[in-house]
């Protein structure tokens, strides 16, 4: 199994460009979740879908953040524009309710906005 | 939501044993986790706990009392790579997964 697929691994960008984050999760899971890494505020929840479908977004901090999820194979988070309080290492993660329903983590794609 | 903590750092000797306690507090329980995570890299699974009482796998065990809202991830015969933080986070019903700030383990020689 390919394990979860984010890329870019690493982006570096100017404030005020858009940054689209992508993410595979594994086959056969119907949870996908995007979480940010910062020191300060330790892993947060941003969004998850189960079935594709949005759940619960109540963790994207405003409407700059935006993501998408139009198959069970590919998901998107963008933003636009971004701010350098934007620069955090944003993962990926998906989960199958069958059994014990733990999340499976991509490497995480690490954002730098200059 | 959840309200979730844990101590930040703790700090032991190659071989002793380590306790890292959570507390929380949700509306609704579906599940308690713990994950670790070397710096650099993405959290991977320990442990999974939804019934009271104690789970072990190997070198750790966790521990879980819902009526306290309480856990422990336990790790015995610690070794250089065990230094990582550890992560705790509570499911709920409505199967989000929120997660503590982390434990970081400092194990010395």
């Known amino acids: 199994d390919a394990g979860v697929i984010q890329s870019p691994r690493h982006e570096v960008t100017e404030m005020g460009q858009e940054v689209t984050l992508r993410c595979k999760p594994i086959?056969?899971?119907?949870?996908l979740f995007w979480y940010r890494q910062t020191m300060m505020r330790g892993l947060e929840l941003l969004i998850y879908?189960?079935?594709?479908?949005?759940?619960?977004d109540s963790g994207m901090p405003e409407d700059r953040f935006s993501a998408k999820m139009p198959n069970a194979s590919f998901s998107t988070l963008k933003i636009q524009p971004s701010e350098p309080r934007d620069s955090a290492v944003y993962f990926c993660?998906?989960?199958?309710?069958?059994?014990?329903?733990?999340?499976?983590f991509g490497e995480g794609s690490r954002l730098t906005v200059l | 939501g959840q309200n979730i903590d844990q101590p930040t750092e703790m700090t032991a000797t190659e071989g002793a044993i380590v306790q890292i306690n959570c507390t929380y507090q949700t509306s609704g329980f579906n599940g308690l986790f713990w994950y670790q995570q070397h710096a650099g890299e993405a959290p991977t699974f320990l442990s999974y706990?939804?019934?009271?009482g104690l789970e072990e796998k190997g070198r750790f065990s966790s521990f879980l009392s819902r009526s306290k809202g309480y856990s422990y991830l336990l790790l015995k015969e610690l070794q250089m790579k065990d230094s990582a933080s550890y992560l705790c986070a509570v499911r709920s019903n409505d199967y989000k997964l929120s997660f503590g700030a982390g434990t970081t383990v400092t194990v010395r020689a």
């Open positions: 086959s056969g899971h119907d949870y």
């Open positions: 879908f189960n079935n594709n479908v949005p759940i619960d």
């Open positions: 993660a998906s989960s199958a309710t069958l059994s014990v329903g733990e999340l499976f």
């Open positions: 706990n939804v019934l009271d």
